[in-house]
């Protein structure tokens, strides 16, 4: 049998079939997401790890302030060299309930500090895990009331230690406790610092949940 033949009698014309070269390059949408994708995580993940290494910082700077600031309130006792037969003029920490709310609070922080570096080294380690995060989040939520609690009511007292209140008759007793004054005005210092690095440690662990 001639093909020829059967062609012409047919009336159908073969059509070459030529494959593209433009078809073959260009890659599927799904690949090239993915692509996209795996090249983009190194620089998320250098990203939480600046975060955690700035956490790190922090913390030790915050667990410094308040140790210090407990420290030097706790230490803080002053006893003038003038005394009568039956009255001694002496100043301890623990006589204004306020000052010993602020030794606990700033020694709980602290403490609270040391136990959290092990959780920010992870944060620095593996950056894309949550729950340690949250976690420091939460609890750096719940210090800085705790914190700005302590220093403003022992910033109060420290206030009409050195400049008294002549409608109540309050005497400014740093006039004769001048030691005492100057230590306890320095703990609170420390602890007003201590409770705006716990603010900055909220910001940081907001800033690292939100970046994906």
Known sequence: MDTSNSTKETGDIPIPVTSSKSSKAAPPPV?????????????????KRGLGIIDF????????????AATAMGTTSQQL??????????????????????VIANAMAGAYLVLSLPF????????????????????????VPLVTAAASAAASIVYLAHNGNSDANWVAI??????FCQRVSGAVVASFITALLFVVLVAVSAVALRRK
């Open 31 to 47: 690949v090239a997401a993915k692509a996209k994708k795996t090249a983009k995580q190194p620089l998320v993940s250098g990203w």
């Open 57 to 68: 910082i922090l913390r030790i700077c915050a667990i410094a302030a308040a140790l210090a």
């Open 81 to 102: 060299p003038f005394f009568t037969q039956f009255f001694q003029f002496k100043a301890d920490y623990d006589d204004l309930p306020a000052f010993t709310f602020f």
């Open 120 to 143: 920010s080294i992870l944060c620095i380690v593996r950056p894309h895990i949550l729950g340690a995060r949250l976690m420091l989040l939460v609890f750096d939520t719940v210090a």
């Open 174 to 179: 740093c006039r004769q406790f001048n030691d």
